[in-house]
């Protein structure tokens, strides 16, 4: 009788225990309505990327305001266009992933869809970075990039752009087929016009991306002083762009590199707080804290999102002239967007940190939203530490598919021979 009290009480007390961590959400959760400032981030930093902590820590001159609060909500699940998930579900399995000679890797009998539903070693990082790259992205998306530029004086430079991704390969819409008849070899093509202020206007670049990874991609621009086009060094990636410290490999969130050129590695998994559902707040600049633009509460909350931790370094003949020495990235585990970044000097000193945020929208009429560079809504912010340069871009008045109009035209807004036709 005596033991049957004892292990009632034993189990009473087990049950409050779990009672009490699922009220404080246990030590792999944050209770949504916490707020995060610089006087208690030290208790959530497991929780934070390596960027976010070193802006809390306040070693270096761009850090955290004072001001900032990080409000935490509840996560919310994103679902994956169908279409997308049916070309996984026939392609996956045929997907290989082979190494080249330089330590790359190339995969084998991509088709569309995610390649690696489960990342598996050997390689596993390698095949998350891979998995990020064909991420879902419709045939074509148009926002305005509504930039912020400030200088280590805190002078501010505005500056808008009209930005347009065209996918010709690996698709995944309804009644298209994975490879447009015009792709030609292309996977996708990257175009920015900019149209203020006045003396950036009619500047424009366009980027091709092939559907062999191995191809070096090319990049044009559009001098209107000379109304001509021309096509830049392959260097040129890693050169700043019309005054931002954004560099061609930091477009679409983060990463717009050639993943063969890079050895990943996987560092881990973690739970890392990110902005993943914005609300309409957020095309406002008001509501971001200056001068490293932290997003206010009143643009939504913070979710704790399930992340692959991967590092990239560049390997092959370039390696030792690259951008970066190393970069890191926390990959979502649902939708496979990047939701931080970290960039390192060539002596693997933090140099970039990038923080970004989205709002899903709609890609079909069934109401399905999805998540990523290519066709969403948010906000991308580039702190650099070292130079101390801030370049934050908020993509607005986003345009899918159907919607996206002329932007749709592929010979004028994405292909090198469409920067012809500006100021025509």
Same mark, same amino acid.
């Given at each position: 009788?005596?033991?049957?009290?004892?292990?009632?009480? #034993?189990?009473?007390?087990?049950?409050?225990?779990?009672? %009490?961590?699922? !009220? &404080?959400? @246990?030590?792999?959760? /944050?209770?949504? +309505?916490?707020?995060?400032?610089?006087?208690?981030?030290?208790?959530?930093?497991?929780?934070?990327?390596?960027?976010?902590?070193?802006?809390?820590?306040?070693?270096?001159?761009?850090?955290?305001?004072?001001?900032?609060?990080?409000?935490?909500?509840?996560?919310?699940?994103?679902? #994956?266009?169908?279409?997308?998930?049916?070309?996984?579900? %026939?392609?996956? !399995? &045929?997907? @290989?992933?082979?190494? /080249?000679?330089? +330590?790359?890797?190339?995969?084998?009998?991509?088709?569309?869809?995610?390649?690696?539903?489960?990342?598996?070693?050997?390689?596993?990082?390698?095949?998350?970075?891979?998995?990020?790259?064909?991420?879902?992205?419709?045939?074509?998306?148009?926002?305005?990039?509504?930039?912020?530029?400030?200088?280590?004086?805190?002078?501010?430079?505005?500056?808008?752009?009209?930005?347009?991704?065209?996918?010709?390969?690996?698709?995944?819409?309804?009644?298209?087929?994975?490879?447009?008849?015009?792709?030609?070899?292309?996977?996708?093509?990257?175009?920015?016009?900019?149209?203020?202020?006045?003396?950036?206007?009619?500047?424009?670049?366009?980027?091709?991306?092939?559907?062999?990874?191995?191809?070096?991609?090319?990049?044009?621009?559009?001098?209107?002083?000379?109304?001509?086009?021309?096509?830049?060094?392959?260097?040129?990636?890693?050169?700043?762009?019309?005054?931002?410290?954004?560099?061609?490999?930091?477009?679409?969130?983060?990463?717009?590199?050639?993943?063969?050129?890079?050895?990943?590695?996987?560092?881990?998994?973690?739970?890392?707080?990110?902005?993943?559902?914005?609300?309409?707040?957020?095309?406002?600049?008001?509501?971001?804290?200056?001068?490293?633009?932290?997003?206010?509460?009143?643009?939504?909350?913070?979710?704790?999102?399930?992340?692959?931790?991967?590092?990239?370094?560049?390997?092959?003949?370039?390696?030792?002239?690259?951008?970066?020495?190393?970069?890191?990235?926390?990959?979502?585990?649902?939708?496979?967007?990047?939701?931080?970044?970290?960039?390192?000097?060539?002596?693997?000193?933090?140099?970039?940190?990038?923080?970004?945020?989205?709002?899903?929208?709609?890609?079909?009429?069934?109401?399905?939203?999805?998540?990523?560079?290519?066709?969403?809504?948010?906000?991308?912010?580039?702190?650099?530490?070292?130079?101390?340069?801030?370049?934050?871009?908020?993509?607005?008045?986003?345009?899918?598919?159907?919607?996206?109009?002329?932007?749709?035209?592929?010979?004028?807004?994405?292909?090198?021979?469409?920067?012809?036709?500006?100021?025509?």
């Amino acid at each position: 009788m005596v033991r049957m009290i004892e292990r009632s009480l #034993l189990c009473g007390f087990l049950a409050l225990c779990v009672l %009490a961590g699922a !009220a &404080s959400g @246990g030590e792999d959760a /944050i209770p949504p +309505g916490t707020r995060i400032t610089n006087k208690n981030w030290k208790q959530y930093q497991q929780f934070m990327s390596t960027g976010m902590q070193a802006l809390f820590s306040g070693k270096y001159s761009w850090k955290m305001p004072d001001d900032a609060v990080i409000e935490v909500g509840s996560t919310i699940p994103i679902p #994956l266009p169908k279409a997308y998930l049916k070309d996984t579900a %026939a392609n996956s !399995a &045929s997907v @290989g992933l082979k190494e /080249i000679a330089d +330590g790359g890797t190339l995969p084998e009998n991509y088709v569309a869809g995610i390649p690696f539903p489960v990342p598996t070693e050997p390689d596993a990082g390698a095949k998350v970075l891979w998995n990020l790259y064909y991420r879902y992205n419709p045939k074509v998306m148009r926002c305005l990039l509504d930039s912020r530029i400030v200088d280590r004086y805190l002078n501010v430079t505005t500056q808008k752009a009209d930005y347009v991704i065209s996918k010709l390969a690996h698709l995944s819409e309804p009644d298209m087929p994975h490879a447009l008849p015009e792709s030609h070899g292309i996977y996708m093509t990257d175009y920015w016009e900019f149209i203020a202020p006045e003396h950036k206007k009619y500047l424009a670049q366009d980027s091709v991306v092939y559907d062999d990874p191995l191809r070096i991609n090319e990049i044009y621009s559009f001098v209107p002083a000379t109304r001509k086009s021309l096509r830049l060094s392959s260097a040129a990636r890693c050169a700043p762009g019309a005054g931002s410290d954004f560099t061609s490999e930091d477009l679409r969130f983060g990463f717009y590199g050639q993943p063969p050129l890079f050895k990943v590695n996987l560092e881990g998994e973690k739970k890392i707080l990110a902005m993943v559902h914005l609300n309409a707040e957020y095309s406002n600049w008001d509501n971001y804290v200056p001068p490293i633009f932290i997003p206010k509460p009143s643009v939504g909350s913070w979710e704790l999102r399930d992340v692959y931790v991967i590092s990239l370094k560049r390997v092959g003949p370039d390696a030792g002239s690259y951008c970066y020495g190393k970069r890191v990235m926390y990959v979502d585990k649902e939708t496979w967007a990047p939701l931080a970044v970290e960039s390192y000097d060539r002596s693997l000193e933090l140099w970039k940190v990038h923080l970004i945020g989205y709002r899903p929208i709609p890609i079909f009429d069934d109401g399905e939203v999805i998540i990523g560079a290519g066709a969403a809504a948010g906000f991308h912010q580039l702190i650099n530490l070292r130079d101390q340069h801030v370049s934050g871009s908020v993509l607005v008045d986003v345009l899918v598919n159907a919607s996206a109009g002329k932007y749709g035209n592929v010979r004028r807004y994405g292909l090198p021979g469409g920067l012809q036709q500006i100021m025509q």
